[in-house]
């Protein structure tokens, strides 16, 4: 599996903003497709945005126009940019990577993995 690193959450009031970064932290990654997902209490885990490493972008309607997501493929690594942020908007968010990597047999392997999780707190 890919690890995944997350950082970037806090405490924000309506209207901010913030950016959370989630790296992959396994080397030899390919094709994949890096996303983000949050999780409020009581809630099931729901999609916000996805990035392809070919450059495809999906976005869920509810976050598209105030959240960006973006990635440096060098770096393995992807943001989610959240402007003016709602108090709805809090929850648990988990980075996501979908895709292949090279073991260290220099065979090609399929790797599901989330991050731990951040908590990203809007106040009103």
């Known amino acids: 599996q890919v690890p995944l690193v997350e950082s970037g959450g806090g405490l924000v009031q309506a209207g901010g903003s913030l950016r959370l970064s989630c790296a992959a932290s396994r080397g030899s990654v390919t094709v994949n497709t890096m996303g983000w997902y949050r999780q409020a209490p009581g809630n099931q885990r729901e999609f916000l945005a996805t990035?392809?490493?070919?450059?495809?972008?999906n976005y869920a309607g509810s976050v598209k126009g105030r959240f960006t997501i973006s990635r440096d493929n060098d770096k393995d690594t992807v943001y989610l940019q959240m402007n003016n942020l709602k108090p709805e908007d809090t929850a648990v968010y988990y980075c996501?990577?979908?895709?292949?990597?090279?073991?260290?047999?220099?065979?090609?392997?399929?790797?599901?993995?989330w991050g731990q999780g951040i908590q990203v707190t809007v106040s009103s």
């Open positions: 996501n990577f979908l895709g292949y990597y090279y073991g260290p047999d220099g065979y090609r392997k399929l790797s599901d993995s």
């Open positions: 990035l392809r490493s070919d450059g495809e972008i």
